[in-house]
């Protein structure tokens, strides 16, 4: 189930960078004592009470402004709302109930989500600021009293909003269908790959970089089983971000790369592998989905004998971390190898999946290091203890050992890559954990 979005909202100047920063636990968002510092909006993501969630911070909203970029940030929050499950209206206490803050929450009550209204700068101690009762007037609930500064009250804020949480579904069941999600810079032809496969013009196919603004589900059955393509707006750079439509969109993305079983890393073959493709690439290595680098456009390179396979190279040479990711060559306006997409698809969702047996990865590792001999320090010797399996999507395996300081990344990498070659773990990350376990 995708984790919750809760959007921060309110004025400017009300402190609502610097709530946001205490929840998150580091200094994400610009705090600076000016109205309108941040401009686009700031997102992590955070848990409370055992509930990962996304929490996203936003500009202040002037409703009446005509100035261009208020009139801009007014849209932008406007988005933030349409995708959030919870949003938290921060107004300040200090200044009272202002002709924005009426503005605003006439612009909340409409949107039908859950509000949790907190009145920040409540800096009194022990005793109750009568000046909160003012807030009711707002017909959004009741008020809490918070100061972010002295972070008071912001555990209050939380468990309010981890009530308005969807509900998860525990009993929710696997009915065997791939989510799949195109990703990749804009114009890369995600848009065109999702046309061929479904046969229908059911995305919007333009020249223009960035068609496609939101995350656009697809599902299909063939003969290889039931997938849902999830066509994603393209991630630029952020010096490139030039309009809040498209801040939105990267949103999206990142909540589609989240939905995904399976990403497909979609890369232009006349431009080869960008800056931008790589930190799209590191989103889903680091979401531990699986992944396929799909090089797009394939018909229009000229080729020789060497093409194809200089071009893997340099594909692997940039993208280091993820060679454990198989490439596939293709063309969506043709069709050129479309239809093979599928079995790579359902091999690197198995991989994904993978469980093995506590007493077959243990023998592989054995092997392993009687292969290559763990490391020492200062006459001390690595030793791996035992080796089990925590869980799957991403395969993650806790290693036992008797010293985590001398599990160096070199060692657990050689682990990693065996355990790989093994199993033919293709196509998917491999988390390792390394605990302490004391020798009997």
Known sequence: MPKPIVAIVGRPNVGKSTFFNYIIGEKISIVEDKPGVTRDRIYADTNWRGRNFTLVDTAGIEPKSEDIIESSMREQVEMAIEIADVIIFVTDIKQGVTEADKEISLLLRKSKKPIVLVCNK??????????????????????????????SGIGDVLDEVYKNFPKQDENEKDDGVIKVALIGKPNVGKSSLVNKILGTNRVIVSDVAGTTRDAIDSPYENEYGKYVFIDTAGLRRKNKIKDNIERYSI???????????????????????????????????????????VINKWDEVEKDNNTLENFKKDVYQKLAYITYAPIIFISAKTGQRVNKLFEMINEVNKNNSMRVSTGML???????????????DKGRRLKILYVTQASTKPPTFIVFVNNKDIFHFSYERYLVNHIRKEFKMGGTPIRVIAREKEEE
């Open 122 to 151: 409540s800096d009194k101690f022990g005793k109750i600021n009568e000046d909160i009762y003012e807030f009711y007037n707002l017909g959004i609930g009741e008020p809490f009293a918070v100061s972010s500064v002295n972070a």
């Open 251 to 293: 949103i999206r993305t990142m909540l589609a790369i989240e939905r995904a079983d399976v990403c497909l890393l979609m890369i232009d073959a006349k431009e080869g592998v960008t800056d931008q493709d790589t930190k799209i690439a590191g989103e889903a290595h680091e979401a531990g989905k699986g992944i396929i680098i």
């Open 362 to 376: 243990n023998q592989v590792i054995n092997e392993a290091i009687a292969i290559t001999q763990p490391p020492t």
